[in-house]
């Protein structure tokens, strides 16, 4: 199957000058993290649930984790790199979603978070596993806020976003995306008791809790 190829002309079409300038300003890992901790604002979706395209959030300066981690790929892409996803799994907590990247062998993300210890890491981590386990002292539940309920569980192996086409580079709304993402994918345990336990699916009805 021929990999999607970035929509350059779909993604120009809907920016105007200065946004588009902005996007292309934006080239490395760390332009875009130190932009989406500076110039976008949590998106605590006071209105509803939302799945903001990444056209949406660059106009908006608004984004959770999810959108603010596809707004990162669009950029990984349009200049390059490689658009992965790892998906953060936590039971009775939100998920987590990043950006990740290699620079000279070592493992780093990007991501947006309400918590500034769960936003992107430079690329210091010899592996995948190690920088996930980097989150994971800091990774409490946003329900309890006790900072010894420490929740994430797993870990999906990076989907390449190209995967799913490049519609959703362009589209003002990425449920189909999420929704595409979760299914079936396989996740891997911080902590296992053996190989026998180490893998499980994501848990679909958490989706609709």
């Known amino acids: 199957m021929e990999q999607a190829r970035f929509p350059h002309a779909a993604f120009r079409v809907l920016l105007d000058d200065g946004e588009l300038a902005l996007a292309r300003s934006l080239d490395s890992p760390e332009k875009i993290q130190a932009f989406l901790a500076v110039e976008v604002a949590y998106n605590f979706e006071p209105d509803g649930a939302t799945a903001y395209g990444p056209v949406e959030v660059l106009r908006r300066r608004t984004a959770h984790c999810f959108e603010g981690a596809i707004f990162a790929a669009a950029l990984f892409w349009l200049h390059g790199w490689e658009p992965l996803l790892v998906l953060l799994e936590a039971p009775r907590d939100f998920d987590h979603?990043?950006?990740?990247?290699?620079?000279?062998?070592?493992?780093g993300s990007v991501s947006q978070s309400r918590h500034e210890e769960l936003r992107g890491k430079p690329p210091t981590f010899a592996s995948l596993r190690e920088l996930v386990l980097s989150y994971h002292p800091d990774y409490f539940s946003d329900w309890t806020h006790d900072r010894n309920d420490l929740t994430l569980r797993g870990f999906s192996s990076p989907i390449d976003l190209r995967t799913f086409g490049s519609g959703w580079v362009a589209c003002s709304g990425a449920w189909h995306l999420y929704f595409h993402l979760v299914d079936g994918v396989r996740l891997e345990k911080l902590f296992s008791t053996g190989e026998a336990d180490r893998y499980y699916g994501y848990p679909l009805e958490d989706l609709y809790d």
């Open 97 to 107: 979603n990043l950006i990740v990247y290699r620079r000279a062998g070592l493992w």
